[in-house]
């Protein structure tokens, strides 16, 4: 349960972010059961460099840095850590 | 004087159970039927970021060694922010005048990994350390493909431990530990010290990756954080010259989604991303993204892209920077407040297969040299940062 410390509004953040929720386990379970597997030979494509996240692995790490220093939003980067008194 | 308790060593056997568990360990990895041959890589960056009155200079190296194959990888990274900063406003009387100052932070961090068959395993270690902040974390991963390897699911954990401190008087070494402030039970403008100057936190995200067509790869990120302890700046001043305070606890949700399309015969592919996140301090975020990949000839790639993002303000923002003595809390804070900003980059990327050609240049094969600008645009005067330039440069080379 998320609750807002000033004003005590679990509602409001369970508002906002409970329909994303439910829409991302249904999105899941869409993918997991309805999409015909791509056989290994048809994988061409799927192996160029600019289709493979792991290779920004290291980009991602200083723009999730700069960010946290920016903005007050998190995420999207993949797993963080590490800390910085420069906010 | 009290004496101090004398160290006892543990019994022999369980050293010798615990070498044992080690080895043993050791050896069921390595008798693992060997997948396909990865590559060991070292990777160095030098990155710039400029904004109004900060900029820093980030050299960074990373290695990554198979042993001997990608059943166990380790790999370690070493950083330097050079971080010069003009001292403004309020921060400038806590330091000792408006001056231009220059500090520096390094980070390490010690990776290990093991992918067998359809699982991945890996966990890090990372110790930051600046003159007024430390901080250590360590994180494990868990991921397992599926369905013949177009689906991965997978699950991350890290723990953070960070330390504040506040230089007194801008004489280095001199630091005092930063607890931040919290109000008495009995009179609310009555702020005293907070428990303890230690801010931990602790991330948990899972993901999930689908190859969805031959051409499309998709992908969802769901994301949390807890973190207890100081987290205003505490140098900084809201403006009738109160401190910071900021809640001791923030819990936020990140929900982020992104796919990958390639357009074969264009040689393109399209990249939108969008992220969402809220927390428990009053504040929503939103960053669509769009990046355009395009490979001009098999050796160079461009990457364009633009993000939006957008905020609005925390509870405790105050729309004209003034707060009374009772206020709970309080902040300067710019990123606490509404604002929206514009993101625009380029990046070229170069490998160098073709000139890996000649028994003397063939240690380049597999190598790639890599630039990239992006701007960051904000539009509104009160948001104290302002716009950003980030740059960097990055060469890779296998061995």
């Known amino acids: 349960m998320l609750t807002c410390p000033q004003c005590g509004s679990v509602a409001v953040m369970e508002r906002t972010v409970g329909p994303l929720l439910r829409a991302c ?50 995420g999207g980067h993949g797993a963080q850590g590490g800390g910085c008194g420069c906010g | 004087m009290i004496p101090l308790p004398q160290r006892r060593s543990p019994p022999r056997f369980a050293r010798a159970a615990a070498l044992a568990a080690l080895l043993l360990a050791a050896l069921a990895v390595l008798s693992w039927p060997s997948p396909v041959d990865a590559e060991d890589r070292i990777l160095i960056r030098g990155n710039y970021y400029r904004e109004r009155s900060t900029r820093v200079l980030q050299p960074y190296i990373s290695f990554s060694k198979d042993l001997p194959d990608e059943r ?68 494990l991963s868990l991921a397992r493909d599926l369905r013949q390897k177009t ?51 602790h991330n948990a995200s899972l993901g ?27 140098y900084r001043r809201v403006r009738n010259g109160m401190e910071e305070v900021h809640p001791l606890l ?35 975020t939103h960053a669509p993204q769009l990046r355009l990949h395009i490979r001009v000839i098999p050796e160079l790639r461009l990457r364009a892209r633009y993000r939006y ?19 709970r809390y309080r902040t300067a804070d710019p990123k606490m407040g509404a604002f929206d900003s514009h993101t625009a980059g380029l990046q070229i990327t170069y490998r160098f297969d073709k000139l890996a050609k000649t028994p003397t240049t063939s240690w380049l094969r597999g190598s790639w040299i890599q630039a990239t600008y992006d701007h960051v645009f904000v539009d509104r005067d009160e948001y104290r940062f302002g716009n950003a330039r980030i740059g960097s440069l990055a060469l890779s080379v296998p061995f």
């Open chain 1, 25 to 74: 386990v249904a999105t899941t379970l869409l993918g997991t059961t309805g999409c015909a597997i791509t056989p290994p030979s048809q994988r061409g494509l799927l192996a160029q460099p600019e289709m493979d996240p792991a290779l920004e692995i290291e980009e991602e790490t200083f723009h999730s840095h700069i960010e946290a220093a920016r903005e007050a939003g998190f």
């Open chain 2, 72 to 139: 166990l990888t380790i790999g370690a990274d070493y950083l330097m922010d050079v971080i010069s900063s003009a001292s403004i406003g309020a921060a400038a009387l806590q330091l000792g005048g408006d001056k231009v100052f220059t500090e520096m932070r390094h980070e390490a961090v010690l990776r290990v990994a093991s992918r067998l068959r359809d699982w991945s395993v890996g966990s890090f270690f990372r110790y930051s350390t600046e003159t007024d902040y430390e901080s250590r974390s360590f994180g």
């Open chain 2, 151 to 201: 689906i991965t699911v997978g699950a991350n954990y890290g723990y953070t431990n960070d330390r504040a401190f506040r230089i007194l008087a801008n004489v280095p070494g001199v630091r005092i530990p930063w607890k931040s402030k919290v109000p008495t039970q009995d009179d609310p403008s009555d702020f005293v010290d907070g428990p303890s100057n230690v801010l931990q936190v």
């Open chain 2, 208 to 234: 999930y990756n689908h190859v969805l067509t031959r051409a499309l790869l998709a992908s969802l990120q769901i994301e949390g954080s807890h973190a207890r302890g100081p987290q205003e700046n505490p």
């Open chain 2, 250 to 284: 923030r819990r936020r949700l990140a929900v982020s989604g992104s796919a990958r399309y390639a357009v074969p015969k264009a040689r393109l592919v399209f990249e939108p991303r969008y992220r969402f996140s809220a927390d428990d301090w009053g504040i929503r």
């Open chain 2, 309 to 327: 993002y957008t905020q609005n303000a925390s509870d405790f923002w105050s729309a004209t920077g003034d707060y009374s003595a009772t206020d």
